[in-house]
T-cell receptor
Framework: DQQVKQNSPSLSVQEGRISILNCDYT??????FLWYKKYPAEGPTFLISISSIKDKNEDGRFTVFLNKSAKHLSLHIVPSQPGDSAVYFC???????????FGAGTRLTVKP | NAGVTQTPKFQVLKTGQSMTLQCAQD?????MSWYRQDPGMGLRLIHY???????DQGEVPNGYNVSRSTTEDFPLRLLSAAPSQTSVYFCASSPGPRGETQYFGPGTRLLVL
C-alpha cells in the first residue's frame, strides 16, 4: 500500500526552463511533506519541506506547492540547471517522523 | 566531521548467510533509522531508534534485527539472508523527529544469491 506516489519515473527538461515534479498521497493524517534529492552513489539529502497549514513554500529556485483537497504536491525548479539532474523523492510524515513514507522517486535530467 | 558512515559499500551473500551492516554518526544525533530502497518502491523504514537502548520496528522489519548500545552506532543484522533482501540500505540520523533534519549515509548495496 503505497501512501505516497510519484507517477512519473523520469522527466527531462532543457536548461533554463521550469521543472515540475508531482507527488500524490492517500493518507489524510500526513501533516508535513518533504522533498529529497539523491545523486548516484550518495544518500538522499533534504531539499525543501512544507507544513500542511501552508500551500506554498519557496527557497531560492525551489518552490513546493501543496493542494490538500487534492492530496497533491508539486516541486517547481526555476530555472533548471544541469546540476539539478538527480532523483527526487517526495516524502510525507505525521507528527511522528517514524511514520515517514517515501514515493518511488522521479529522475530529473536537465539538458544543457 | 564525517556525518553518517556506512560499511560495507557493497556485499554479496548467499542465501542463509548472516551479516551486519554497520552505521555510525558523529553528530551526536539521538534518532537513527534504517531504510531499504527497492526499484519502484522508494525508501521504506526497517527499524529506528530514538536513543541509546531504545529501538522499534518500522514498516518492513521482518528478517532484520537492530540494537543501539551507543549514540554513535546503529548496526543492522541479517540473521539468515534471503534473496528478497537484495536491496540498497540507507542509514540515517537526525537530532529530532522531523525528516527535514535527517542526514543519510551513502548506502550499502546488498546482493543475496
Amino acid at each position: 500500500d503505497q501512501q505516497v506516489k510519484q507517477n512519473s519515473p523520469s522527466l527531462s527538461v532543457q536548461e533554463g526552463r521550469i521543472s515540475i515534479l508531482n507527488c500524490d498521497y492517500t493518507n489524510s493524517m500526513f501533516d508535513y511533506f518533504l522533498w529529497y534529492k539523491k545523486y548516484p552513489a550518495e544518500g538522499p539529502t533534504f531539499l525543501i519541506s512544507i507544513s500542511s497549514i501552508k500551500d506554498k513554500n519557496e527557497d531560492g529556485r525551489f518552490t513546493v506547492f501543496l493542494n490538500k483537497s487534492a492530496k497533491h504536491l508539486s516541486l517547481h525548479i526555476v530555472p533548471s540547471q544541469p546540476g539539478d539532474s538527480a532523483v527526487y523523492f517526495c516524502a510525507a510524515e505525521t507528527n511522528n517522523n517514524n511514520d515517514m513514507r517515501f514515493g518511488a522517486g522521479t529522475r530529473l535530467t536537465v539538458k544543457p | 566531521n564525517a556525518g553518517v558512515t556506512q560499511t560495507p559499500k557493497f556485499q554479496v551473500l548467499k542465501t542463509g548467510q548472516s551479516m551486519t551492516l554497520q552505521c555510525a554518526q558523529d553528530m551526536n544525533h539521538e534518532y537513527m533509522s534504517w531504510y531499504r530502497q527497492d526499484p519502484g518502491m522508494g525508501l521504506r523504514l526497517i527499524h529506528y531508534s530514538v536513543g541509546a537502548g531504545i529501538t522499534d520496528q518500522g514498516e518492513v522489519p521482518n528478517g532484520y534485527n537492530v540494537s543501539r548500545s551507543t549514540t554513535e552506532d546503529f548496526p543492522l543484522r541479517l540473521l539468515s539472508a534471503a534473496p528478497s533482501q537484495t536491496s540498497v540500505y540507507f542509514c540515517a540520523s537526525s537530532p529530532g523527529p522531523r525528516g527535514e533534519t535527517q542526514y543519510f549515509g551513502p548506502g550499502t548495496r546488498l546482493l543475496v544469491l
